[in-house]
């Protein structure tokens, strides 16, 4: 049976992403010194398989399918995973972790987005995509693969601030919101905008489900975390140099009182 090269990119692509989220937690817990670094890593992998069987079982069993008479129901998915995902962060354990986890490492994983533009490319190809959903019609969001790697690597050498780290994620979640838009309004029902070509029905269908059900969600929870890390490094900045102050006015102060008592 020939597989369709959508599907060939889409779920390695998905697959790869969930080992690198798992293998990223564990190395961060390991740093952060919590016990159950291992364990952490292990509960990734098997939560985010869970949610991705059962978008696929959903998928699979025409819950999901759309029609022109109702709104459709995949949006729901992406506020569902991200909700999740949020809580998660508000643990004590997250904090750490977030702490221990390299700036750059939230930004390098944005690549991914290069073979998930790749996937709506093939899915037009293939006549399931209409073309606003792809970088030739008006999805820009491959941009933000396509530069992730660079500047992750400059911030990894230390030639990027946390200040242009923020511009970018902003940049990144404009991209990442107008690619959902585009692919919400192309879907079928009467959320849609009369975009040419046939509505984007195949949203609904595994495994391109997958695309609003995971990678929407994590692209723009990295964005978050990411934005967290540089506005932690800049407060940090900023207490140095409020400490660095103070310490040069205690000293210029007693080199005063001694001048004076002398």
Do not use: K
């Not at 070509?197 to 489900?209: K, L, M, Q, S």
């Not at 890390?229 to 940090?236: H, S």
């Not at 140099?241 to 002398?262: K, P, Q, Y």
């Amino acid at each position: 049976m020939n597989v369709p090269i959508s599907t060939a990119i889409i779920v390695p692509l998905a697959a790869g992403l969930v080992v690198l989220l798992s293998y990223g937690v564990a190395r961060a817990a390991r740093r952060a010194g919590l016990a159950r670094s291992g364990v952490l890593g292990m509960e990734v992998i098997t939560g985010l398989s869970l949610w991705l069987t059962a978008t696929a079982a959903l998928a699979l069993g025409g819950v999901l399918e759309v029609s022109e008479g109702r709104m459709p129901r995949e949006p729901l998915l992406p506020p569902m995973a991200l909700a999740t995902c949020i809580l998660l962060s508000l643990t004590g354990s997250f904090r750490r972790l977030l702490a221990a986890l390299p700036a750059w490492q939230p930004v390098a994983l944005q690549a991914f987005r290069i073979g998930v533009e790749l996937a709506f490319w093939q899915l037009y190809q293939e006549g399931l995509a209409p073309r606003q959903v792809t970088f030739d019609g008006r999805n820009f969001d491959g941009l933000v693969g396509l530069t992730a790697l660079p500047l992750a690597a400059l911030m990894a050498l230390g030639r990027v601030g946390p200040r242009t780290t923020i511009a970018w994620n902003i940049f990144g979640l404009v991209a990442l919101a107008n690619a959902i838009f585009t692919a919400a309004t192309s879907a079928p029902g009467p959320q849609h905008l009369g975009w040419p070509g046939e509505p984007f029905a195949a949203i609904a269908d595994w495994p391109v489900v997958w695309i609003p059900a995971l990678f929407a969600p994590i692209g723009l929870f990295l964005h978050v975390l990411s934005i967290r890390q540089a506005v932690a490094r800049i407060g940090a900045e900023r207490g140095g140099a409020l400490a660095d102050a103070d310490r040069v006015r205690d000293s210029r102060n007693l080199i005063r009182n001694r001048r004076v008592e002398g």
